[in-house]
T-cell receptor, first 115, second 116 residues
């Protein structure tokens, strides 16, 4: 297991198009998180899963955003009708409860540019 | 809601010297965790050091140490014997012990440059 993988690394899309990102967590980790990081800022929490259940969503996650984690394995984050304000780095992280107090393992992120 | 503030957008240090990055946070809680993460350019964020609020002893990890002042709500990171590989964005993060989801609240980051 080589850590948390995210695909694609970069995505350029036209405004109004839909995009989907994938995250493969560390296999034994039951928690999976999505964060968004805009240029020059710290990451902001979007949503998290415990196994396949989505347990919390931030107010940042508008109705154009949807996330899934079927079977508690990989996760996808879809953005519909993209807007220029969606341009950011989307970070995925995973952790194993109850050891989550040791912090997460982050992926390298997907950088989205909406033109 | 908790907030985390990093007041130094950029810091510079000479190789082999020591640098301290500042972080303050605002919370009404007594039990929480604090973290410093390092994000090298175009690479994943990695955990540098963590501190439990109930512990008075400051955490250390090799060349990295923290100065945790709970009453002042301050959590600074000291990097000793700075190396070129330490150049990165550094983020301070807070996690409530009452937060079942273990979500992190991050500061805005400090860009550390290391001069050879």
């Amino acid at each position: 297991d080589t850590g948390v993988s995210q695909d694609p690394r970069h995505k350029i899309t036209k405004r109004g198009q839909n995009v989907t990102f994938r995250c493969d967590p560390i296999s034994e980790h039951n928690r999976l998180y999505w964060y968004r990081q805009t240029l020059g800022q710290g990451p902001e929490f979007l949503t998290y899963f415990q196994n396949e259940a989505q347990l919390e969503k931030s107010r940042l996650l508008s109705d154009r955003f949807s996330a899934e984690r079927p079977k508690g394995s990989f996760s996808t984050l879809e953005i519909q009708r993209t807007e220029q304000g969606d341009s950011a780095m989307y970070l995925c992280a995973s952790s194993l409860t109850p050891r989550a107090d040791y912090g997460y393992t982050f992926g390298s992120g997907t950088r989205l540019t909406v033109v | 809601a908790q907030t985390v503030t990093q007041s130094q957008p950029e810091m510079s240090v000479q190789e082999a010297e020591t640098v301290t990055l500042s972080c303050t946070y605002d919370t009404s809680e007594s039990d929480y965790y604090l973290f410093w993460y390092k994000q090298p350019p175009s690479r994943q964020m990695i955990l540098v050091i963590r501190q439990e609020a109930y512990k008075q002893q400051n955490a250390t990890e090799n060349r990295f140490s923290v100065n945790f002042q709970k009453a002042a709500k301050s959590f600074s990171l000291k990097i000793s014997d700075s190396q070129l590989g330490d150049a990165a964005m550094y983020f301070c993060a807070y996690r409530s012990d009452n937060n079942a989801g273990n979500m992190l609240t991050f500061g805005g980051g400090t860009r550390l440059m290391v001069k050879p």
